[in-house]
C-alpha cells in the first residue's frame, strides 16, 4: 500500500498531465490498455503481416468456394479463427523462447543443459509463475472450437442449398388466341 505522500503527489503530478502532445504520444497512448491483443477491435496486430493474412483468407475462400452470403461469413470466421491459432503458437513460442533466453549460464565447467531440457525449464517456469501458458491454452481451446463450429456451419449451409434444388422456372407459353 502506497504511502500517503506518494499518493498525495502522485494525485497532483496527475493533476498537471495534460496528456500526449505528438501524433506518435497519442498512438503510443491509445494502446495503453492492450495486454496481448487477442481480442481487440483490430484484427491484425501491430507488426502481423496484412499480405499473409489475406492469402491465408483468399487461400480458405478458394478452398471453399463459398456461393451465399452465409457461406462466407462461415468461411471468413474459419480464416480469422486460423489466423488466430497462428498468433497463439507464434506467442506461445515466443513466451518460451524468453524464459529459455532468461535462464542463467552454467558456472564454468558446468554442462551446458541440451535444447529439450532448456524448454521444459523455461515451459515449468511459465507454468508455476505465470498464467500466460493457461491463458494461451484457453484461447486456442476457444479458437479451436469456433473454427469447428464455423466449418460445421458451412457444411450444412452447402448440403441444405445442394439438395434443396428449385427447379427452373416453368416458361408459360403465350398463346396468340383471344381469350374467350
Not at 46 to 71: C, G, H, K, M, W
Request: charged fraction near 30%; aromatic fraction near 6%; glycine fraction near 4%.
Amino acid at each position: 500500500m502506497p504511502s500517503e505522500l506518494k499518493s498525495r503527489t502522485a494525485r497532483e503530478n496527475g493533476a498537471k498531465s495534460r496528456g500526449p502532445k505528438t501524433p506518435e504520444g497519442k498512438r503510443n497512448s491509445s494502446h495503453n490498455s492492450v495486454r496481448h491483443g487477442l481480442l481487440a477491435r483490430r484484427l491484425l496486430l501491430d507488426r502481423e503481416s496484412a499480405a499473409r493474412f489475406y492469402e491465408l483468407v483468399n487461400e480458405i475462400r478458394r478452398e471453399f468456394d463459398p456461393q451465399t452470403p452465409a457461406e462466407t461469413a462461415a468461411v471468413e470466421t474459419m480464416a480469422w479463427c486460423r489466423w488466430r491459432q497462428l498468433r497463439l503458437w507464434t506467442l506461445e513460442n515466443a513466451a518460451i523462447n524468453y524464459e529459455i533466453m532468461k535462464q542463467p549460464n552454467p558456472a564454468a565447467g558446468e554442462r551446458q543443459p541440451d535444447g529439450p531440457t532448456r524448454a521444459v525449464l523455461a515451459f515449468r517456469t511459465l507454468a508455476d509463475h505465470s498464467r500466460t501458458l493457461t491463458l494461451l491454452n484457453r484461447y486456442e481451446t476457444s479458437t479451436d472450437r469456433q473454427l469447428s463450429r464455423a466449418l460445421r456451419r458451412f457444411l450444412l449451409l452447402r448440403a441444405q442449398r445442394e439438395k434443396v434444388k428449385f427447379p427452373d422456372e416453368p416458361t408459360i407459353p403465350l398463346e396468340t388466341k383471344e381469350l374467350v
